[in-house]
């Protein structure tokens, strides 16, 4: 069965103090990861699309890594604006509808 | 919200009153889509269309059914509220979910709804 999982629920950082969310995916075949932000009362909002293992993409204090198994989205010296829900998709290759994680809770403190 | 407008964005209703959610959109994409977000779960896919008059069943489609007669619009109707359809749900657009630049699926800001 397709899945994904995300963890941890939630994480506390201090602001400066970098970390990494990560999301671990068991597909029959990838089409392709997708990482989203969320912010509250809001709908998600794309960040990254990886597409093959090894392939690394940044966007800011952000960067999403990938390999077979699993992503990582590393935040460094994240910042309170940072603060939001991440959520991981991925795009089995048996159709073309996203599997969505539970998503990650961050929170930065100033 | 890359131009998609969901309403309402609030509602409360009774238990087996029929509700209809309206997405539109203004970027002609020709997928959109409806999900569901709940404490605990992952965005989860209740129907979804890939053209005018052509939908089809997500993971979760039981008790609702959805409309779409123009390319903008897509409704998501409840025919008979219950208390278990309480939850945000959320509208995506998608240009062709197949093409690796046209996959991205783009979100309307959600309907909270809650039935009583």
């Known amino acids: 069965e397709d899945q994904v999982t995300q963890s941890p629920e939630a994480l506390r950082l201090q602001e400066g103090e970098s970390s990494s969310l990560n999301c671990s995916y068991t597909v029959s075949g990838l089409r392709g990861l997708f990482w989203y932000r969320q912010d509250p009362g809001k709908g998600p909002e794309f960040l990254f699309t990886l597409y093959s293992a090894g392939e690394e993409k940044e966007k800011e204090r952000l960067k999403a890594t990938l390999t077979k198994k699993e992503s990582f989205l590393h935040i460094t010296a994240p910042k309170p604006e940072d603060s939001a829900t991440y959520l991981c998709a991925v795009k089995p290759y048996s159709n073309y509808q996203l599997i969505w994680g539970a998503g990650t809770k961050l929170i930065i403190k100033p | ?116």
């Open chain 2, 1 to 116: 919200d890359a131009g998609i407008t969901q309403s309402p964005r609030h509602k409360v209703t009774e238990t087996g009153t029929p509700v209809t959610l309206r997405c539109h959109q203004t970027e002609n994409h020709r997928y959109m889509y409806w999900y569901r977000q709940d404490p605990g779960h992952g965005l989860r896919l209740i129907h979804y269309s890939y053209g005018v008059k052509d939908t089809d069943k997500g993971e979760v489609s039981d008790g609702y059914s959805v409309s779409r007669s123009k390319t903008e619009d897509f409704l998501l109707t409840l025919e008979s509220a219950t208390s278990s359809q309480t939850s945000v749900y959320f509208c995506a657009i998608s240009e062709n979910p197949g093409q690796s630049a046209k996959n991205i699926q783009y979100f309307g800001a959600g309907t909270r709804l809650s039935v009583l």
